[in-house]
């Protein structure tokens, strides 16, 4: 099946386009999970207890929203141990019902491309798979078609980097006339012509940074059919109106993602006193109102 | 003490900018690692397979190059077995004194950087970590500043892609005026100001693909101080004679990258009857007199 008609199918199922990003940072993790910080305990027990949070985070936002999305960097700063911990992360998310956005971003050519894509999208054991990771497309078509072909034998989706949420993100990005990120965003909806559902969205999405606002409105209608990515929510400083203008009808073809917003809501003042999981629970119930209230209010 | 110094130091003493891609492409491995491809095999027999070649190379090329380069793909492809197989590598290359550039091609920004830098670059057993690693630089600065921090403080060094060597690398890369290449250029150089060692070079260096030789002359002027790693050389088309505009005087400032052209010499018309050691080994002495001739014969 399609990826962007499964996924339009869980995000109507939840009723809300909210993502939860997973970022076990092990300096912010709750005490109970403090091994993970622990300079001198062994990598293995650091890696379990970054893993235990996220499968502790898991049960908390299952049946709430359609998606989580891991970030690679935070497993792999435990090599070896961080890569099980992975594992274990994706096999309990998809045991909860959860479709799984890998943030790996990505990007490399031939053959390393394809090895790349057959370990993340089209692994043996289906349980490790992603149903979608980011790219970065820097290098090109030949950097994305590789993983496009496994993503579509697959029933897989790509979220393709094209303009980022980070402050020096304008810095390439928006070299030149028309800006890079124009003609990535051109080039995406080339690439995801063969891979467009049902839903008339296609697998092939990308990574708009709600922190840019007029740029996620020029870049939605280079995209008509591409999956909207939305990170920059919450943390970052976009608010709900920010990423009103990524979606298209309804809630649909795009996700507003938070990850330390809820992760780590605990840290925030508006939850103090509440345990970790309750804090979580609290900041996504309002991240779902917040979303809920704003594309209601949107002009037709 | 300062990467570039290392390096260089490194190089003098083989007397070659020869570096060897270990690429453990499953399907070209020689039959005595074959499990590497057999579907129904476990992940972590397949995975060892991979591993166990990429050793015996190292034995093949240790002492007659300075560094080598493995690229991450091919052992993520076994999920949690190929970081496993990664790490024993990395282990192998140290000990038999080859300094390693890790081709992993991360981006990323702030915590999540700096998790990645961390894990390849700074990790508390420090057999396992990257002397160098390969750097994607779409996201600006803020996605090459927690890694540059990381790697000043460990010693290692850094390779920020400028222009890779794909035939669609033009695509994104050469897009405006100034190409973006040359933007990321100056970027590098900028990015390099503090890390440069008593030889002149810098720790932040750069890939340029050298199988476009009048863009590498270019950058090559935009980044005096930069130590570029030239892949393309034999399997991507690029000869010796394309490389030398990348380098500095002498054989300074420039590492030349084969990956299949050494790791799987075996399959080449050229070497054919050999066992794959000896033709390894024969395509590295090729290679390095190829280098030599060019390096010795352009103009002062």
Redesign the interface.
């Known amino acids: 099946v399609n990826f962007a008609d499964r996924l339009e199918r869980a995000v109507a199922a939840v009723g809300t386009p909210a993502l939860v990003g997973l ?1 076990p ?1 092990e300096t912010l993790l709750p005490d109970e999970f403090a091994v993970a910080r622990r ?1 001198d305990a062994p ?1 293995a027990e650091r890696a379990a207890a970054a893993a235990d949070f996220c499968c502790a985070l898991l049960d908390v936002v299952a049946g709430r929203v359609a998606a989580v999305k891991p ?1 690679s ?2 497993f ?5 141990d ?3 911990a ?2 274990r992360v994706l096999v309990r998310a998809h045991a909860l019902g959860l479709l799984v956005i890998g ?1 790996v ?9 394809s ?2 894509a ?3 999208l089209g ?3 289906p349980r ?1 798979a992603c149903d979608a990771i980011t790219l ?8 994305i078609e590789p993983f496009a072909g496994v993503a579509r034998a697959h029933g897989r989706g790509l979220f393709v ?1 094209v303009r ?1 949420s ?8 928006e ?3 028309p800006p ?1 990120s124009d ?2 965003a051109r ?1 995406v909806d080339r690439w995801g012509t063969d891979d467009v559902g049902r839903s008339g969205l296609s697998s092939v999405g990308a990574v708009v940074g709600a922190t840019h606002p007029t740029e996620l409105a020029r870049l939605r209608a280079l995209m008509p059919r591409a999956v909207l990515l939305l990170p920059g929510y919450g943390a970052q400083g976009a608010g709900a109106a920010d990423v009103v203008p990524g979606f298209l009808d309804g809630r649909r073809g795009a996700l507003v993602n938070s990850s330390r917003g809820i992760s780590f809501a605990y840290r925030d003042a508006r939850w103090r006193g509440r345990g970790w999981r309750d804090a979580a629970a609290a900041a996504l119930d309002l991240m779902i109102e917040e979303l809920e209230r704003a594309l209601a209010a949107r002009p037709r």
């Open positions: 970022d940072h300079a990598r970030q960097a935070f792999e700063r435990f090599g070896a961080g890569a099980q992975w594992e943030d971003k990505r990007g490399d050519i031939g053959s390393s491309a090895a790349y057959q370990g993340l692994p043996e054991d490790l970065n497309p820097l290098l090109g078509s030949d950097s980097l980022t980070n402050p020096d993100s304008a810095m390439f990005q070299h030149g006339t890079l003609v990535i080039a």
